[in-house]
C-alpha cells in the first residue's frame, strides 16, 4: 500500500476533519477533537504532526515534539481499515528520517508501540550502514 508522508507544521480545515476522524477511530485516544487540540499544542511548540496519505486521505498520524536533537514521539493512529499493512513501519522510518535531516539524534518513544518501531528503525538503519 503506498503511503505518502507529510511533515505539517500548519493544520488547514480540511487536515483538522481528517486528522479528527483519524483519531476518533482509535481507542487509545479520548477523542479526534482532543488529539487536534494536542497536534495544534504541539505545533505550537514547534512540533511535527506527520502524516500518512493514501488516496488524498490521511490514514494514519504521529506527532514529534521536544528539543532539536532529542524528539518525543507520540500519538501515533493508523486507521483501522488499514492497519496490518506496514503503514506503522513506514510513517515511523519516514518520521525518523525527516526528524535526523532537522539534526535530531535521540528519540524518545511515547508509548510501546512506539518504542518497538523505534527499535526496528533503528535496526534497518544499522543493517543499511554495513
Not at 2 to 15: D, G, H, Q, R, Y
Not at 41 to 60: C, H, M, S, T
Not at 109 to 115: D, E, K, S
Request: with cysteine.
Amino acid at each position: 500500500m503506498p503511503v505518502m508522508v507529510s511533515a505539517e507544521k500548519n493544520i488547514s480545515p480540511e487536515l483538522a476533519q481528517g486528522i479528527t476522524k483519524l483519531y476518533d477511530t482509535s481507542p487509545e485516544f479520548g477523542s479526534g477533537a482532543e488529539a487536534l487540540d494536542k497536534a495544534q499544542q504541539i505545533l505550537n511548540e514547534d512540533g511535527v504532526l506527520y502524516v500518512g496519505w493514501f488516496n488524498a486521505k490521511p490514514v494514519a498520524s504521529i506527532m514529534a515534539s521536544g528539543t532539536a536533537t532529542q524528539r518525543l514521539i507520540h500519538n501515533i493512529v493508523v486507521h483501522p481499515a488499514n492497519r496490518g499493512r506496514g503503514i506503522a513501519d513506514r510513517l515511523m522510518a519516514e518520521t525518523c528520517r525527516l526528524e535526523r535531516e532537522k539534526g535530531a539524534i535521540h528519540f524518545v518513544a511515547g508509548c510501546t508501540a512506539i518504542a518497538r518501531l523505534l527499535r526496528m528503525d533503528a535496526a534497518r538503519l544499522q543493517k543499511n550502514a554495513k
